[in-house]
């Protein structure tokens, strides 16, 4: 069977409407190769605009690209469009809200509720969809990537003396190497606690990616000491940047290296004080009262019946009768006198309370490049790096002092150094392999696709067609010698004429076929070939 396929085969092979149709079909194939290879090498590189899209959002970004007229291509929720439209991409997106991202806010108001849906359910989908506006409201700062929100609300009971109050906790994903300033998260919590009714800023917890707690208990020893310390290295900056500014001037840029140390008291402190001077006392009012009574028939004497009894003949009489005798011969007399005096004294009353961060001692360092000096005369005249005098180390010291309000009663000390700075040896940067460089590998992206449609020009079209446009030749060759090899006079029908394969000449060279077809010219016109061969050699002899 094998023996009888491959003489079948041959036989197929030779055939020549077969052969033709077969090279029209690999040049087909071999145009096609080239176009594809020509597309792929012009073909601009497509980088995603954004990843793990959910269907909705990558159809609106879809039809947003479009309209845009920009090129893209969806793969498995990717979006990827082509790297020299990347930002005009984003942009376009980005006016347009694009992407919204998988969670709901309060567009869950807008989609049907249902004729069933519980009370339940809908506190749940409003806790939900504050939440979700929570989140993109504190995502939209410029130094947080996403954030999540967790709402913590008590139902309120009326049997109940004393409701829990709400609370919550936010998730801020900060962008790589930024940071959440105290402020900033300080407006982070009074946005979402100004945004749920009795919720207060004490109850509101942030945290970040790395499960850092944000927020402190201002109350809080821990809390204190961090500001505090926030507040000395401010002190200490705001001092710093003084002297850098005074001096760069004079100095110049990157000479002048300042360092402050505050020492400050937090400590806080009430003092009531009451004084009195040491004057003399002085007078304020006086007020004096005097009462004198005179009179001869005045009763004088105790009042009763002891007055009016004679006294006993051998017995002392009694003191008022006494009395009576005696100013009975004189008038009867009474005085009385009262004075009543207020001093003023000296009185000083103080309240005193000392301010939080009062500055107790500051020392300062300040360490001095030296400067360049121009040093000799005419063509050798060169910039060398000299040291600072004496006196420009003491006008520098003067003006630290006066920057930084130096004090000597409560210890201050300044200290101004001069050292050449050691100049650092940035290594440079290593450029890129040649092969590595993004616009050389479009280059040779392209370059190769034009090698390749070339190379398969060369190589495949141009002996295709060749051997396309030589088969009539040929085949008229084959017909002119089976003509030639029949006998004189002899007449065979066309469907008697069939010659093996088997014993089918071999194909024969373009020299070969010229000579053939030569030699059949002679044989049907002798005459008229030797008329051409004539005028051959008489131009020949001619020229």
Do not use: C
Request: hydrophobic fraction near 40%.
């Amino acid at each position: 069977m094998a023996t009888m396929s491959m003489p079948a085969v041959r036989q197929l092979k030779d055939i020549p409407a077969l052969r033709q149709l077969a090279v029209l079909a690999g040049i087909a194939a071999a145009v096609a190769v080239g176009l594809l290879i020509w597309s792929w090498s012009q073909r601009p590189g497509y980088v995603p605009v954004y990843a793990d899209l959910s269907d909705r959002d990558a159809a609106e970004v879809a039809d947003v690209l479009r309209g845009a007229n920009i090129p893209m291509r969806l793969e498995s929720g990717t979006v990827t469009v082509p790297q020299s439209q990347l930002y005009d991409a984003r942009l376009k997106l980005a006016a347009q809200g694009l992407p919204h991202g998988n969670a709901q806010g309060f567009e869950m108001m807008q989609q049907d509720q249902g004729f069933g849906t519980s009370q339940f359910v809908e506190s749940a989908r409003y806790q939900h969809a504050l939440e979700t506006e929570l989140s993109r409201t504190i995502g939209s700062l410029q130094p947080i990537r996403g954030a999540r929100v967790h709402l913590a609300i008590p139902k309120p009971s009326a049997f109940a003396r004393k409701n829990d109050a709400p609370s919550a906790s936010v998730f801020v994903e900060l962008y790589s190497g930024r940071t959440l300033e105290a402020d900033q998260v300080a407006s982070i919590v009074h946005l979402v606690a100004s945004s749920v009714p009795g919720l207060q800023p004490e109850a509101v917890t942030v945290i970040d990616q790395f499960g850092h707690l944000l927020t402190n208990d201002a109350d809080s020893a821990l809390a204190r000491t961090a500001e505090q310390f926030d507040y000395t290295r401010r002190v200490e900056s705001d001092y710093t940047r003084r002297i850098e500014q005074l001096l760069t001037p004079m100095m110049g840029a990157g000479r002048v290296n300042a360092q402050v140390a505050a020492d400050i008291d937090f400590s806080e402190t009430e003092e009531a004080r009451e004084q009195y001077g040491p004057d003399p006392a002085k007078v304020r009012t006086e007020q004096i009262s005097e009462d004198v009574q005179r009179g001869t028939k005045t009763p004088t004497g105790v009042p009763g019946a002891t007055s009016n009894t004679p006294p006993a003949q051998n017995a002392n009489p009694p003191l008022n009768q006494l009395a009576g005798r005696a100013s009975a011969d004189s008038d009867v007399q009474s005085q009385s006198k009262q004075e009543n005096r207020t001093y003023e004294l000296d009185r000083t009353l103080s309240h005193t309370r000392k301010s939080v961060g009062r500055l107790k001692r500051l020392s300062v360092a300040v360490l001095v490049d030296h400067v360049p000096t121009l040093q000799g005369e005419g063509k050798d005249q060169k910039t060398v790096m000299a040291a600072l005098t004496p006196d420009q180390l003491s006008k520098v010291e003067a003006l630290v002092k006066e920057a930084v309000g130096f004090d000597a009663s409560r210890g201050d000390t300044v200290s101004v150094q001069n050292a050449p700075f050691v100049e650092q040896q940035v290594a440079p940067i290593e450029a890129l392999p040649v092969w590595q460089q993004p616009q050389v590998l479009s280059i040779a992206r392209q370059a190769g696709g034009v090698l390749l449609v070339l190379a398969l020009i060369l190589f495949i079209l141009r002996p295709a067609l060749r051997q396309l446009l030589a088969a009539p030749v040929q085949a008229a060759a084959l017909e002119g010698t089976v003509e030639d090899r029949r006998p004189a006079g002899e007449s065979v029908a066309l469907a008697d004429d069939r010659v093996s394969l088997e014993s089918a000449p071999p194909p024969v060279s373009p020299y070969e076929q010229k000579l053939q077809i030569a030699r059949k010219a002679v044989g049907e016109d002798p005459k008229r070939v030797a008329q051409v061969v004539k005028s051959w050699i008489g131009q020949e002899s001619g020229t």
